[in-house]
């Protein structure tokens, strides 16, 4: 191109030069329509050597590749200077901070979520915690990471009856890893017009799941039920129950159907399991009641199981 630069202003200067001569008639019109042709071919040939110049730098850019997204590189598929021609692939970069989980809501779950989005603060609503399964040990929990909802999907797979949706978390440790098996709870999501009751008030019968419930002549009677998600110490009963129902919530072990029962009001509070092999059952420090059926009858619940 350097070159044909030069060429062009040696044209430009003899189509000048031949210009002045023929005003002075010291030249024919051919020799300076000559000198303006000239011109013109050392033009056009600059004009081709910019455009050769331009691709030149388009090929060397095409020899050093730089990644659209930062992340992780796997092993390379290629060996210094060798040929790539599309669509070979050169190597595989995962983005792992942030990282994007996708999961599937249960169709209740969504309602209650986007009920709560519309009472609430989302950001404390969407918070999300990820956890990886089998990284526990005896000196530490499991590895966990706390995100943000970023999208709830807006219909529901007839198929599955669930509701797509994805969680961004900061993995500044980079310790988790796409395809990797982990665990999502949305610890803020509320449920909203349910019975719970204490899960330890929950036994396994013949017929299943089953809670002692105080009878109207104050005995106890077993109810089988259908159960629901564990909310903390709360178990979440979906079938069985009904409004009024007094739920026995402590010595359950020592307790049988048609045994008599001085139900009191309950505190609130969740009794710890009690270890009926020993002396003094662990339970709440105010929670009144003991082992057997004496103290499945102070601690039998008075009143509805509330909801949420």
């Excluded at 009472?119 to 918070?127: I, L, R, V, Y």
């Amino acid at each position: 191109m350097q070159s044909a630069q030069a060429e062009v202003s040696r044209a430009k200067r003899d189509a000048e030069r031949y210009a002045r001569l023929y005003n002075q008639n010291s030249v024919s019109q051919q020799q300076r329509d000559q000198a303006k042709a000239d011109l013109s071919t050392a033009q056009a040939a600059l004009a081709q050597a910019r455009a050769a110049l331009d691709s030149a730098q388009i090929n060397l850019s095409y020899t050093e590749v730089n990644a659209p997204v930062s992340g992780m590189i796997s092993l390379s598929e290629i060996n210094v200077g060798n040929l790539v021609q599309p669509p070979q692939e050169l190597a595989t970069i995962t983005p792992l901070n942030p990282i994007e989980v996708r999961f599937s809501l249960p169709a209740d779950d969504a309602f209650s979520l986007r009920q709560q989005r519309q009472k609430e603060d989302e950001g404390a609503t969407d918070t999300v915690i990820l956890t990886a399964p089998g990284t526990e040990s005896a000196s530490r929990d499991a590895l966990q990471l706390r995100g943000k909802l970023d999208f709830l999907g807006s219909r529901v797979d007839e198929s599955t009856s669930t509701v797509q949706a994805e969680a961004v978390f900061q993995n500044d440790d980079q310790l988790f890893l796409p395809g990797q098996f982990v665990r999502i709870s949305l610890p803020h999501v509320m449920r909203y017009d349910v019975y719970a009751v204490p899960a330890i008030a929950v036994t396994e019968g013949l017929k299943g799941p089953q809670v002692f419930v105080v009878n109207g002549e104050g005995k106890a009677e077993s109810r089988f039920v259908s159960l629901g998600e564990i909310a903390g110490d709360w178990q979440i009963i979906t079938e069985g129950l009904k409004p009024g129902d007094r739920v026995v919530v402590s010595g359950i072990g020592s307790i049988s159907a048609g045994d008599q029962i001085d139900a009191q009001p309950f505190t609130g509070k969740v009794p710890a399991p009690q270890n009926n092999a020993g002396e003094n059952p662990s339970q709440e420090p105010d929670a009144k009641g003991g082992e057997g059926v004496e103290g499945a009858r102070r601690d039998a619940q008075d009143g509805q199981n509330g909801a949420n």
